[in-house]
């Protein structure tokens, strides 16, 4: 069998003796215009195959593109949910060889059958098991996918070769609903736990391969949580019988299986180039939705003096602060393997740098590492006045001139485990205790606004004293002088 990816959720898939389209989205943008395929992909029309079937799981926009479909030949069998504006829609295309699909309707094309898997998902959809004698693949697509649903298909099938799983817990409309968009670890984790239950012999990250554009581009930060690094890593720990069959899945990859053996055929796909590999712009940030921070430098430091300072601290100081502190402040950061991504924003430009804390010798790197999972953006001229102790972490953090967000956790084959929220400290804030800045600080405007005014300060004076009784303080008239 060979699973070709167009892009997303669209996949060709080549059984011994049939060919079958699924979810066709074969033109960017596609979703009424708010959705791009990524990574970037080219579909060249002309060459896409001839198919036996074609199959719709459910009628979002990002699956069911009436463009496409209209593109398609129309005396194709279709494959639907029992859904009404589907089966309208492909009627006035053309389309006149439309099956219903029901929870588990089973399909057989002759060396081929087909499982239809139930989705807990309110609308009408449905996962699609291919077998045939070389191997089984279950594509989840968008599908809930409960205990009940993994017995009924491990009951037909005992063993899955391929899974297109379903893995990013995505935070759709959080944002706009005034939801939490903290990371979901308990969603999260239940993917996890259901891929360890289905126990396939190798996994690729299914549909949930695309970005928003336009003036929709900001949800790229608050949607996405998980990379698909993070997720292909963590299926290694929370499954580790997987081994290295855990395969990234782009536009224009196929991936070949039988009798149990996996080939990944990276950009092989006759049809589907990938162009860009633009996910950087998936990059969950959202510290940094619909504002992004400016640094304005109200205080006017030398932008050169500004980058030396900073580059020194973070490059050579904070690097061996951490080293000297590994086995103390950074305790935790270590037992927990926290990635530290670190970006300043200068007047000017942008910079990254991290920390791995799972290496023994903890050196900064610059770059974006996409395994982060504690993420600190300041901007250069709070962080300066926080390295020369002119201004504090209470101008930085409050000001809203620095942000900060964790999503730290352990896959594990019992579950995702979690630190306290409170456990694990900013690097920057354990190097520059914001209690002794504050008091640094202070003390400095003692000193300047106390010889300023010293001289012009209001007369006043006192005749009484305080009295401590107990628990009590009493004002008491001091006696006259005689």
Same mark, same amino acid.
């Given at each position: ?188 984790? !239940? ?89 950087? %712009?998936?990059?969950? %940030? ?50 927990? !393997? ?13 910079? !990254? ?52 967000? !964790? ?76």
């Amino acid at each position: 069998m060979q699973i070709h990816m167009i892009g997303h959720a669209s996949i060709f898939v080549e059984t011994q003796d049939c060919k079958i389209l699924m979810d066709p989205v074969l033109w960017d943008p596609h979703g009424e215009g708010i959705e791009d395929v990524c990574p970037k992909r080219e579909v060249i029309h002309e060459q896409l195959p001839e198919f036996d079937l074609l199959i719709i799981s459910h009628q979002h926009l990002d699956h069911f593109d009436i463009r496409s479909l209209a593109y398609l030949p129309k005396t194709v069998d279709v494959l639907i949910p029992k859904d009404k504006l589907i089966e309208a829609c492909l009627c006035k295309l053309g389309y006149s060889h439309i099956y219903h699909l029901s929870d588990f309707t089973e399909v057989k094309l002759g060396a081929t059958s087909l499982l239809a898997t139930r989705s807990e998902n309110r609308v009408p959809e449905h996962g699609i098991v291919f077998a045939d004698k070389s191997g089984i693949c279950w594509n989840q697509v968008d599908t809930v996918v409960s205990l009940d649903t993994i017995r009924y298909v491990k009951s037909h099938y005992p063993q899955i070769d391929l899974l297109l799983a379903s893995w990013q817990p995505m935070l759709e409309i959080n944002y706009q609903t005034n939801q939490s968009l903290s990371f979901p670890y308990s969603e999260y984790n !239940q993917l996890l736990e259901k891929i360890n239950l289905i126990r396939s012999k190798a996994i690729a990250p299914g549909a949930n391969g695309f970005k928003f554009i336009n003036g929709s581009s900001w949800l790229n930060q608050v949607v996405f949580p998980v990379t698909r690094e993070q997720f292909c890593k963590d299926v290694r720990m929370v499954y580790p019988e997987i081994g290295e069959n855990v395969f990234a899945f782009d536009p224009g990859d196929i991936i070949a299986f039988k009798n149990g053996e996996f080939s990944h055929l990276k950009e092989m796909c006759q049809f589907v180039k990938k162009v860009e590999d633009d996910r950087e %712009s998936l990059d969950f %940030s959202p510290i940094n939705v619909g504002n992004n921070l400016i640094d304005d430098n109200l205080d006017n430091y030398n932008l050169d003096e500004m980058k030396q300072a900073i580059n020194e601290e973070i490059c050579l100081n904070l690097p061996k602060f951490i080293m000297e502190n590994k086995d103390s402040l950074f305790l935790e950061h270590c037992h927990w !393997q926290v990635i530290y991504q670190l970006e300043i924003v200068f007047p000017d430009s942008r910079k !990254q740098w991290f920390f791995d804390f799972s290496q023994d010798n903890i050196q900064v790197q610059a770059g974006r590492n996409p395994f982060a999972n504690f993420f600190t953006s300041i901007t250069a001229s709070s962080f300066y006045g926080v390295l020369k102790q002119i201004k504090g972490w209470d101008y930085a953090t409050q000001g809203g001139y620095a942000r900060s967000f !964790q999503k730290i956790y352990m896959a594990t084959q019992y579950g995702i485990n979690k630190p306290q929220e409170t456990s694990i400290k900013n690097p920057l804030i354990l190097k520059f205790p914001p209690q002794n800045i504050f008091e640094k600080i202070r003390h400095r405007e003692v000193e300047k606004w106390g010889q300023s005014n010293g001289k012009s300060s209001i007369p006043h004076e006192n005749n009484t004293y305080m009295m401590k009784l107990g628990n009590h303080l009493v004002r008491q008239l001091k006696e006259p002088k005689t």
